[in-house]
């Protein structure tokens, strides 16, 4: 699906995201310089229209958050096929990519931690935009303290009531997990019992990801919103973030790209400069569509000129597509960590590593569709006691970000099927078999 097509007739949905920023940026930035923060109309605007259009717009993403990330996380484990009749090809695949998922958001967060693009804002006047979303800060941030800890905080990774940890975004990982084991339960059963109940969440997936696309329709709308209050309060210094916050981005976006893979790929006993050149078509691809199904076709046509195992690539080339997000997964991480530093939020290494595994798994159930990855870091800002507010932030410079990613993300995949095709010989009897999917872009 187009952006065009997210957002109906006319513009494509980032090109009015783009313009719903700057406008939202520029007007606040003018009555910050002009009237100031505590200018009467200012507070007037900010009360009665900017803050309640934006929280409506949070109150749409958390309200199908729970189904939309469950039946995601679901259907990505479960359409990786019978792991038991897919040998080690499938456990492989399944390896590497919480591997390189793993590497990817942990150099995010130590790049972000090292960087701190978010840090040096006045408190003061990130406690003032937080008190102009007093109800909402207070029910995000109160939750800091009911955060469990050290072996209790492993213990409720295991739901005892997945009802009431669906209910309660502190305890979403609760959920992820269940999902996981749900999927992965689908996988060991009889393909013909479980079918109806397959066919059944991905009924929930499909009405999940309309509902979103609609919401995601009011986005440009909401970025006004975000971005005139943000502004208002931190004038020029929010720029001065902004950009400090995309540079971390695509450095660590480079960094995975062009060292985490040329080890990979070393390692399967290729060249990293021959990798490079041979995934080029893709990689370009993915930067112009920023979707890696609508690259899928093109990532296999490459690996076919790389000479890797059809019956391989195919599997790890279309598990990968929704399952292997590696850029997805950094950005969430690094998306995470700079909001916190700038509202002065400060996250224990616990939080991280919880912030991590949330990131390696919602790289699995991350929506495709445009701003797919919104509700997975509102929904990891709320767990860690961040007001989702500040995604208004980053929604002016998504799109150029999500270019990069997807970028990141085919040729995460494509160096999966050189790893896991090194040492498999030509005729093996292993032979996946998935259907491939319609491509979307």
Known sequence: MTDSQASGSGWPLHWKMGVGFGIGLLAGLLAHAGAGPDAAWVKLFSTWITTPLSGLFLNLIFML???LLFSALVLGIADMGDIRSLGRIGWRTLGYTVALSGV?????LVLVNLFQPGAGVDPQLAQQLLSENAERSRQIVSSIDSQPKGLDML?????????????????????????????????LSDSEKVGTLHRAIEGLFEVSMTLIRLVIRLAPYAVFCFMFNLAAVFGLDLVIRLGAYVFVVVLALALHMFVSYAITVRLAG?????????????????????????TLPTALKVADQMGLPSRISRFVLTVGATA???????????????????????????????????????????????????????????????????????LGVNHFLDMCRTTLNVSGDLALAVIVSAGEPADSDETPTLELPEPVA
Do not use: H, K, W
């Open 155 to 187: 213990l409720s990774i295991v739901p005892s009531n997945v009802v009431s940890v669906a209910s309660n975004n502190a305890t979403i990982l609760a959920l992820m997990f269940f999902a996981v084991m749900f999927g992965i339960g689908i996988v």
């Open 270 to 294: 290729r060249s990293p400069l021959r990798f490079y050149r041979e995934i080029q078509e893709a990689a370009l691809m993915a930067f112009s569509t920023a979707s890696s199904n609508a």
């Open 324 to 394: 292997n997000q590696n850029g997805t997964a950094l950005f969430e991480g690094v998306t995470v960590i700079f909001l916190a530093q700038f509202f002065g939020v400060e996250l224990s290494l616990g939080q991280q590593a919880i912030v991590m595994l949330v990131c390696i798994l919602g790289g699995i159930g991350t929506a495709g569709v445009p701003s797919g990855s919104l509700p997975v870091v509102a929904l990891i800002c709320a767990m860690v006691g961040i007001d989702p507010v500040g995604i208004g932030l980053i």
């Open 104 to 108: 990817a958001v942990l150099l995010g």
């Open 65 to 67: 958050i729970v189904p």
